[in-house]
């Protein structure tokens, strides 16, 4: 009995040590990989020893390769400045792409844009329709002639109504662009009986309106089911379906008010996750815009974009490394952390923090929940494997390019893999 007794109980206890066995939390630290390696040594030697965003001009240059590859002509690359937000990196790309189209969704960058010589005379396309107090304050600051060769972005006739009034008022004409909803269901014109009326406004008041086209959006598409198909070709038949009814809403405007499409229109459309899609098998839109695909921000990790090279980066450098994980009022048990979990073997505090990016590398370092966020010495748990010592960097892949460049005011630019200079960033 006794001997029986005892069996069960190492049974049980050996049981239970498989079972955590399985329940413990597995080492998922790494050292650098060579490219961030090579990365460290350069910041540490030659860096600014604060957080910054690097923009490896190498990878850029291989990603515009790859954008003009994919939209040859006559197809036109119009550039998504909210995503791109400095003159100098706009000033790269126009040259490297051959354009002069912008597409523009901050009434700051507009203002900045048109004040500045080398881009005032760039066709311009509201990404977004704006308030009219927002006209009222552009116009205010800008050359009417200017003003008035930009292309409004018009969604409801309430919106249409507004903007004619304000022509009106200034005695100046407006470009209108139309947004259609073409399946992202976001706001814009539904059927083409809508965008009639409102072509029938712009048709009956020539002084004060001119209509130039469309705008069609569809990053919905990237998102489509595919559970049985290839990801890609299942994207590329809901394209064809986005475009029967934008070419729906073009055939109907130009049977009913023939005057108004006799003249080359602005038909735009795509996105940075879409964009490929319009090289081939369509003849309604010509002009694609392209932004975040140029720097590829962890959002725009999709099947469709497996050519382009993340490209920008945030850098922050290690403050302090302790041994374990030691939590307030918790001191007492503290050395137990890292004996179940591996990964909290080690605890770095680095400058800055809070990042809207994802950590790239080393890789196996996370947040510590216990601790909580912050945006001055941000608190990050890993394993002896992570081998980070104080000065060293820890590396984060932004989740969108926007935000991140405003805040940090500045990119560091980097060619080979060393630092060549910096351009500076601006602030809406």
């Known amino acids: 009995m006794f001997k029986t007794r005892r ?3 190492w049974l049980f206890l050996l ?11 597995k080492d998922e630290g790494s050292a650098y990989q060579e490219y961030y390696f090579a990365l460290n040594q350069e910041l540490k030697t030659n860096g600014f020893g604060k957080p910054v965003v690097l923009l490896d001009l190498d990878r850029l240059d291989e990603n515009l390769s790859t954008l003009s590859k994919n939209i040859p002509p006559p197809l036109h690359y119009r550039i998504v400045v909210k995503s791109l937000p400095s003159l100098d990196l706009l000033r ?8 002069n189209r912008l597409m523009v969704f901050h009434s700051g960058d507009l203002v900045m844009l048109l004040g500045n ?3 005032s005379s760039f066709d311009i396309l509201l990404g977004k329709p704006m308030p009219v107090r927002a006209l ?8 009417v002639d200017q003003f008035q060769k930009i292309h409004w972005l018009v969604d409801t006739e309430t919106r249409m109504n507004q903007y004619l009034e304000f022509a009106k008022s200034k005695n100046i004409k407006l470009n209108l662009v139309l947004e259609i909803d073409i399946g992202l269901h976001r706001g814009g014109f539904v059927n083409p009986k809508e ?8 048709q009956n008041h020539k002084k004060y309106l001119e209509f130039g086209g469309f705008m069609g959006y569809e990053p919905h598409v990237a998102s489509v089911p595919s559970l049985l198909s290839d990801k890609n070709e299942a994207i590329e038949k809901e394209i064809g379906s986005s475009l029967k009814k934008y070419e729906g809403f073009v055939q109907s405007g130009k049977e009913s008010f023939p005057s108004l499409f006799n003249k080359e229109l602005l038909l735009n459309g795509g996105g940075s996750k879409t964009y490929r899609f319009y090289q081939k098998n369509q003849n309604v839109v010509n002009d694609v815009s392209v932004g975040s695909a140029l720097v590829m921000p962890t959002d725009f990790d999709v099947s469709t974009l497996v050519e382009h090279k993340p490209a920008f980066f945030i850098a922050a450098p290690v403050l302090k490394r302790l041994e374990g994980t030691t939590i307030p009022f918790l001191e007492f048990i503290s050395f137990l952390f890292p004996l179940w979990n591996p990964n909290l073997q080690v605890t770095y505090f680095i400058y800055g923090g809070a990042y809207l990016a994802k950590k790239e ?38 989740t969108q390019s926007e935000k991140v460049m405003a805040e940090m005011g500045e990119v560091v630019l980097l060619r080979k893999g060393k630092i060549i200079g910096t351009w500076k960033c601006f602030i809406n």
């Open 136 to 143: 009222e304050d552009i116009y205010l600051k800008t050359k």
């Open 7 to 9: 069996s069960r109980l």
């Open 92 to 99: 790269y790309i126009t040259k490297a792409t051959n354009t």
């Open 361 to 398: 590398s080393p890789q196996g370092l996370f947040d510590n929940s216990l601790y909580g966020v912050s945006t001055n010495q941000g608190i990050l748990n890993g394993s002896l494997a992570t081998k980070l010592k104080p000065d060293d960097y820890v590396f984060f892949r932004p």
């Open 15 to 25: 049981i239970g040590l498989v079972v955590l066995s399985f329940l413990r939390p």
């Open 195 to 202: 965008t009639n009326q409102i072509l029938s406004t712009i």
């Open 117 to 119: 010589p080398e881009f």
